[in-house]
């Protein structure tokens, strides 16, 4: 249980101290590099069909009523995620 | 617009008319992204009229047609798909298709507009042995020198034709184009007999999944250019593939020319007043009321009374008079109160499901349906719904049958079947007439009724948890929603979708309903040796009797009328507002006497439990036998359990 808890916190930390944010985090306008995505395989494949992929460029575009979910621009495509489906997001910010 | 052909296609190909090689019957696919065009495109090309929207999740099945210029071609609609993994039921379902009965060609609908998006289907289908054609959608919102160049681009690149659909010649083209490729990839059979022979032996090691059954079982080899070389294998279903066949994809993306829709300048200034902070929920909360009171309330709600109320009774006094003669009471009443009854209810729906039809419609097509999804989400996600359950719950207050109805719109399959089963714990406008009588004989106070109300509401949200808890967990299809553009409603597509929906619910519900309320009269009727007798000693009294220790606990038996009670909980399945009437001729003119706790018990029973025959039968033909009886079972465990706890503690209030 507490090596479960280690992985996970040194999981955490190695994400954030690099700069990465959860994509729930992220600020409308801004442009974001995805640098991770804490999924399963199914998720991934399925993430990655709708154009969300590590390396992909994803830009927060308004927040709905209560926050969530929020539009999101991927390539050509405008998708709304849940919060919790940002939350296993993790990206970088895109300096224009 | 011009048709761009590949140059390594034959010139002879491209003069080629459908009547020059109409000879040959070939089956068609249409294969693309949700909300991509393929149903408009298929309606289009076979000139039927399926049902359509402005968002994902429209086709679940392969439906299949002639086309209307060609008899000897059959076109196949298939589910939209952003990949060929086999991992979401559409995926499986449109890869399981063109695996298992591959099409002689296939049709890529690739939305123009939105290119990068769809190429990642359109290098996975390259890669399958089945010779396709692109057809550019929504050509007729982008710049047509645009789509000219993306059009040749694309052709370039992937070696494929590519038509851009613009009207009524771009079709035909497209139709030339498809059977030009299946002519120049014909099938040689008898390798592909061999070849399934040889897949089918046990002995020898047969392609282990569906994309090497999909390139094994065809005499073509795959089309191989810059772009389909650079592609990982199609059987290679690891993350690392997806993510490489993705940066191939926005590689050929980048070098496309952009096709910008004008829906998408105008889309994100409406979505900036429609999704605003401020304004999105009073507009959200004012579109959910137009809908409730257009089918529930005004012009719809008077037509449905008059059906009920004046056509209906007067179709029944006309045919007792007719049958008057014949001195034949049974028959009599099987005709007038059976039959009659069961034909008038469904007649009775459909300026509901007519109206809410157009509507919903209405909403599909412009494009708002996806955005109510997005403002509902979050609160509803929190009781085990989606945003899009919203919509059926607002017109679950005025009736469920329509309520059901509109489920469709619900994308997700398991939120679809969640919807429909807490639908029926909010109380329609026939629960309400049972409380309001209730409440005029037995409580003093308003606020009963409105606790009533509350608890059915607490209920509603228990079902829906109890459902995403102990059920699979699909959440992911319903946290992601494709935005689409905001388009006016065609009247021509709400029109047909609204007959489609007509007919669906005569067909399924409709049916139903008759046959349940042909029963239901029989039951009520009749006793065990088929003697005509009163309600008290019929069928239906008799297994009230039998039932109604099970309710005593419940507090129907408290001043002895436990029968009557029970009786009018079963005949309350034929309608709501059935089970007061029963009451009524059971208490010789007036309510049964019970006592205040008893009552408020009984009527939160019947409000909770499994609701009127029309909205099981809509419940079935939305989410099948299997999961409508489930529901059924979960709502008779929760009205008994808070019944039972809604006595208990009116006893301990009263006792202390």
């Known amino acids: 249980m507490s090596n479960v808890l280690s992985k996970k916190i040194e999981l955490f930390s190695t994400s954030f101290s690099s700069g990465a944010i959860p994509l729930s985090e992220g600020k409308i306008g801004q442009k974001y590099a995805i640098c991770e995505i804490r999924a399963d395989t199914e998720e991934l494949l399925r993430f990655a069909a709708l154009g969300l992929y590590v390396g992909a460029v994803i830009e927060p575009l308004f927040a709905a009523l209560w926050g969530s979910p929020v539009a999101y621009k991927v390539a050509d495509v405008e998708i709304a995620l849940a919060r919790a489906c940002a939350r296993i997001i993790l990206v970088r910010s895109v300096r224009s | 617009m011009n048709t761009i052909r590949s140059n390594t296609l034959p010139n002879a190909l491209t003069t080629q008319t459908p009547s020059a090689t109409s000879a040959r019957a070939l089956t068609i696919a249409l294969v693309g992204n949700p909300n991509g065009g393929k149903t408009t495109l298929f309606n289009k090309i076979t000139g039927k009229a399926l049902r359509t929207g402005n968002r994902a999740g429209v086709t679940v099945n392969n439906r299949a047609a002639q086309a209307k210029n060609d008899k000897n071609t059959t076109v196949v609609d298939t589910p939209g798909v952003n990949a060929l993994s086999p991992y979401s039921p559409e995926e499986r379902h449109t890869a399981n298709f063109l695996a298992n009965t591959p099409p002689d060609a296939v049709i890529n609908v690739l939305d123009c507009t939105r290119a990068e998006r769809g190429l990642y289907l359109t290098s996975q289908l390259l890669q399958t042995s089945v010779p396709a054609v692109i057809a550019l959608t929504m050509a007729d919102t982008a710049d047509r020198n645009d789509v000219a160049r993306l059009q040749k681009s694309l052709a370039d690149a992937l070696k494929v034709p590519c038509v851009a659909i613009d009207g009524e010649q771009s079709i035909r083209r497209l139709f030339a184009e498809?059977?030009?490729?299946?002519?120049?990839?014909?099938?040689?059979?008898?390798?592909?007999?061999?070849?399934?022979?040889?897949?089918?032996?046990?002995?020898?090691?047969?392609?282990?999944?569906?994309?090497?059954?999909?390139?094994?079982?065809?005499?073509?080899?795959?089309?191989?250019?810059?772009?389909?070389?650079?592609?990982?294998?199609?059987?290679?279903?690891?993350?690392?593939?997806?993510?490489?066949?993705?940066?191939?994809?926005?590689?050929?993306?980048?070098?496309?020319?952009?096709?910008?829709?004008?829906?998408?300048?105008?889309?994100?200034?409406?979505?900036?007043?429609?999704?605003?902070?401020?304004?999105?929920?009073?507009?959200?909360?004012?579109?959910?009321?137009?809908?409730?009171?257009?089918?529930?309330?005004?012009?719809?709600?008077?037509?449905?009374?008059?059906?009920?109320?004046?056509?209906?009774?007067?179709?029944?006094d006309g045919i007792r008079r007719l049958l008057l003669p014949l001195s034949a009471p049974a028959i009599t009443s099987l005709l007038a109160d059976g039959v009659t009854s069961g034909v008038m209810s469904v007649v009775g729906f459909l300026p509901q499901i007519a109206v809410l039809s157009a509507l919903m419609a209405a909403l599909e097509e412009s494009g708002y349906m996806a955005r109510i999804a997005l403002i509902a989400d979050l609160p509803l996600s929190a009781i085990g719904l989606c945003g899009q359950s919203s919509v059926c719950l607002t017109l679950g207050c005025g009736c469920s049958v329509t309520a059901i109805g509109a489920a469709g719109t619900v994308k997700c399959?398991?939120?679809?079947?969640?919807?429909?089963?807490?639908?029926?714990?909010?109380?329609?406008?026939?629960?309400?007439?049972?409380?309001?009588?209730?409440?005029?004989?037995?409580?003093?106070?308003?606020?009963?009724?409105?606790?009533?109300?509350?608890?059915?509401?607490?209920?509603?949200?228990?079902?829906?948890?109890?459902?995403?808890?102990?059920?699979?967990?699909?959440?992911?299809?319903?946290?992601?929603?494709?935005?689409?553009?905001?388009?006016?409603?065609?009247?021509?597509?709400?029109?047909?979708?609204?007959?489609?929906?007509?007919?669906?619910?005569?067909?399924?519900?409709?049916?139903?309903?008759?046959?349940?309320?042909?029963?239901l009269w029989f039951a009520q009727r009749f006793d065990f040796l088929l003697r005509q007798v009163t309600v008290a000693d019929s069928i239906c009294g008799s297994i009230g009797k039998f039932l109604s220790p099970l309710f005593a606990p419940l507090g129907f038996d408290d001043r002895g009328n436990g029968a009557a009670y029970a009786v009018a909980t079963l005949t309350g399945i034929t309608a709501k507002e059935a089970a007061i009437a029963t009451l009524t001729v059971l208490g010789n003119g007036s309510l049964p006497e019970i006592s205040p706790l008893g009552a408020y018990c009984w009527t939160l029973y019947n409000l909770l439990t499994v609701p009127c025959v029309a909205t099981v039968a809509a419940s079935v033909a939305e989410q099948g036998r299997k999961n409508a009886l489930k529901a059924f079972c979960l709502q008779v465990l929760i009205a008994y359990a808070f019944t039972l706890f809604a006595r208990i503690t009116g006893k301990l209030t009263q006792y202390f």
Not at chain 2, 211 to 224: A, F
Not at chain 2, 454 to 481: M, N
């Open chain 2, 413 to 519: 399959d398991k939120m679809r079947c969640s919807t429909v089963s807490v639908v029926p714990y909010v109380p329609c406008s026939a629960k309400l007439t049972v409380i309001a009588c209730m409440s005029a004989k037995f409580f003093d106070s308003a606020l009963v009724a409105v606790s009533l109300y509350a608890v059915c509401l607490a209920a509603a949200a228990l079902c829906g948890l109890l459902l995403d808890k102990f059920g699979k967990s699909t959440r992911f299809s319903a946290e992601i929603v494709e935005l689409p553009y905001y388009r006016l409603p065609r009247p021509s597509v709400v029109g047909k979708q609204t007959l489609l929906s007509v007919g669906n619910f005569l067909k399924k519900a409709g049916t139903a309903i008759v046959a349940t309320s042909v029963l």
């Open chain 2, 178 to 316: 498809c059977r030009a490729v299946a002519s120049s990839n014909a099938r040689d059979e008898k390798f592909c007999a061999q070849n399934r022979v040889t897949a089918d032996r046990a002995d020898v090691p047969c392609p282990t999944n569906r994309s090497e059954r999909l390139t094994s079982n065809r005499s073509v080899k795959p089309r191989k250019t810059n772009f389909v070389a650079k592609l990982p294998p199609t059987n290679d279903f690891s993350p690392d593939a997806a993510v490489s066949r993705r940066k191939t994809v926005a590689e050929l993306a980048a070098k496309l020319p952009r096709c910008e829709s004008n829906l998408r300048q105008k889309t994100k200034k409406i979505d900036g007043v429609f999704l605003h902070r401020l304004f999105a929920l009073p507009i959200f909360l004012f579109v959910m009321l137009a809908i409730f009171f257009l089918s529930s309330r005004g012009p719809c709600k008077m037509l449905c009374d008059i059906i009920a109320e004046r056509l209906t009774p007067a179709i029944q």
